[in-house]
């Protein structure tokens, strides 16, 4: 019995032995191999640098401890006291992701306070090797005459605050908006409430300064003061004096800082004083010539020296003409005799201009550009300084921007600018308003034609059974877009074309006057009923004009009286299409 005990046992041993051979006999996979965790390096600037780990796709890394984010770049910009910890990421079954890193905080240098210098010009300091360059962009409008509304011939404001405000959202540059001038007269929107409508837009938009130009003076000096006083920039005009004292509407300069650079604005009008109705020239003076230069030097002299400003902006009432009328004209170095390039000597930086509605980009003897954006909302200029804010030294990129670009009907536009027209027109639009039907285009020779002989129908009249008029017209000129197309005909169609508020005056002229200013001369737009031949030099005759016309002095017209109600020559051809007269 216990043979058969002891048998039993061996063959459970044997078979025990059996199976533990036959598990042994199973292949095993092997161990995975684990990454090696990344080495981690963190520059001054706190970049974070880690090594490169064969084997990993991607990289892991948290920041103060946070969840993982996954990269496949091996570096990462830390801020101020942000740890890092990284870890390398197989995404294979023949490794295992890496631990990850010991942590490494990026602790910002403290550099003790000093004054930059970049002695190797290259826009960055020696020492701390921040960036000492300030990147300025001007931006100048000239002659934009109450182009407030966008109209068949061209946009309004509406989408170019849009463009303006987006241009300031940009933080890689200080933005710098000003007139040369020209801004309120011309639309029944702006010179109904004398420029106090575009002067409000101004404010909305952010423009530092407006130099004054001669349509400015269209309703003379006593709107000046109060526009002044609604603007929240200044009016300029250096050379500007009333009764022999600098005016009290208008500065010399005005100083803005920007990105640390102190910018000197100058501003002055030309020689534009017999532009202005001779009505409005009582007392007032513009220093033209060898005088205004001495002015603008003198100014940019105490800007430099007593100011500290680093750079000087020179905008002015005047330009260059001559060009051609389409495209930008671009000219290095071209003769420049409208304007004194002595200025630029080290006095001026960049010069703005207007009045000439010319489009050109000009740079003169001493490498500083001008430049002048034609005129009615065609064209903005534009120029952008890179300004070295400790060595001094600066580079201008000038361009004119087309209201094709800021004044494109893809730009959404600002509500402000409409609610900015509601004001003013609460309950009838002007441009909507119709008065009638013109059925075919009229040039500007015939609506200027028209114009003289309305003058004359209307001082009849008035006057004419007390006096014998003989002629009627005066300086006759129609304004952007000149002609009147055909269809139907509002109220603000006709103020574009016609926009001085001149007078309609009854003068008295002698006979030489008559024949030489008028008569027998193509300045003037003239019906007369009366030839040439059958006047006698020494005989006074009677003439319809325009206040204009009546105060230049040149013309020798006695003003006899003036028609009541503010009534001009727009409204006189108001009346007459109103009446049906060009519907058929």
Request: glycine residues 8%; charged residues 25%.
């Amino acid at each position: 019995m216990k043979k058969i005990q002891i048998k039993i046992v061996s063959v459970l041993c044997a078979l025990l032995v059996f199976c533990v051979g036959l598990v042994g006999c199973d292949k095993t996979k092997p161990e995975r191999q684990k990454l090696s965790a990344p080495e981690v390096a963190i520059d001054v600037d706190g970049l974070a640098v880690w090594s490169t780990v064969d084997g990993a796709i991607y990289y892991a890394y948290t920041i103060d401890g946070g969840s993982e984010e996954l990269t496949e770049t091996t570096s990462l910009q830390l801020a101020d006291g942000q740890t890092i910890a990284v870890k390398a990421v197989s995404g294979s079954s023949e490794f295992e992701d890496s631990d990850f890193s010991a942590p490494k905080t990026y602790h910002k240098e403290v550099i003790a306070p000093h004054d930059h210098t970049d002695v190797n010009a290259d826009g960055k300091c020696d020492f701390c090797k921040e960036s000492v360059m300030a990147e300025l962009s001007f931006y100048a409008v000239n002659d934009l005459h109450g182009k407030f509304m966008d109209t068949a011939a061209q946009p309004g404001v509406d989408e170019f605050t849009t463009y303006l405000k987006n241009l300031y959202e940009d933080t890689a540059r200080e933005e710098i908006l000003l007139s040369s001038g020209d801004m309120w007269q011309g639309t029944v929107e702006s010179s109904s409430n004398r420029g106090r409508l575009m002067t409000e837009w101004m404010n909305e938009v952010g423009f530092v300064s407006m130099t004054l130009g001669n349509h400015e003076f269209d309703w003379g000096p006593d709107v000046l003061t109060p526009n002044s006083e609604l603007a929240e920039f200044p009016l300029l005009g250096i050379n500007v004096t009333y009764n022999g004292a600098p005016a009290n509407y208008c500065k010399p300069s005005v100083i803005v800082e920007k990105a640390g650079v102190k910018i000197g604005i100058i501003g002055a009008i030309g020689d534009c004083l017999s532009s202005i109705s001779g009505e409005f020239q009582t007392g007032l003076s513009f220093a033209t010539d060898g005088a205004l230069t001495a002015l603008v030097k003198n100014e940019a002299t105490r800007l430099r020296n007593e100011e500290e400003c680093d750079f000087i902006v020179y905008s002015i009432h005047d330009g260059g003409s001559g060009f051609p009328s389409s495209g930008v004209n671009n000219v290095t170095n071209g003769d420049l005799t409208y304007y004194d390039t002595a200025l630029s000597e080290g006095y001026v930086d960049l010069v703005f201009e207007a009045h000439t509605h010319q489009s050109y980009i000009l740079k003169d003897e001493y490498g500083v550009y001008h430049m002048q954006g034609g005129g009615e909302n065609k064209y903005i200029s534009c120029a952008e300084v890179s300004f070295n804010t400790v060595t001094g030294d600066y580079q201008v990129s000038p361009k004119l921007i087309s209201n094709g670009v800021y004044g494109k009907s893809s730009i959404e536009d600002d509500p402000v600018v409409e609610e900015i027209f509601e004001k003013y027109f609460p309950d009838e639009n002007p441009y909507t308003t119709v008065l009638g039907k013109n059925i075919r285009m009229r040039d500007s020779d015939t609506i200027c034609d028209r114009v003289a002989r309305l003058y004359y129908d209307k001082g009849m009249e008035t006057w004419g059974s007390e006096y014998q008029i003989v002629a009627a017209g005066g300086y006759l000129n129609t304004r952007n877009p000149y002609d009147l197309s055909a269809g139907d005909v509002t109220y603000a169609d006709l103020f574009s074309l016609l926009p001085f508020d001149n007078a309609i005056v009854l003068g008295k002229i002698r006979g030489s006057d008559l024949k030489k200013r008028f008569l027998n001369s193509n300045s003037y737009c003239i019906y007369a009923t009366i030839d040439a031949s059958e006047v006698s030099d020494g005989k006074e005759y009677y003439i319809v004009v325009d206040s204009y016309t009546s105060t230049y002095r040149w013309n020798n017209i006695t003003e006899v009286t003036r028609l009541a109600g503010n009534i001009y020559a727009r409204d006189l051809l108001a009346d007459y299409i109103r009446a049906g007269n060009w519907a058929r």
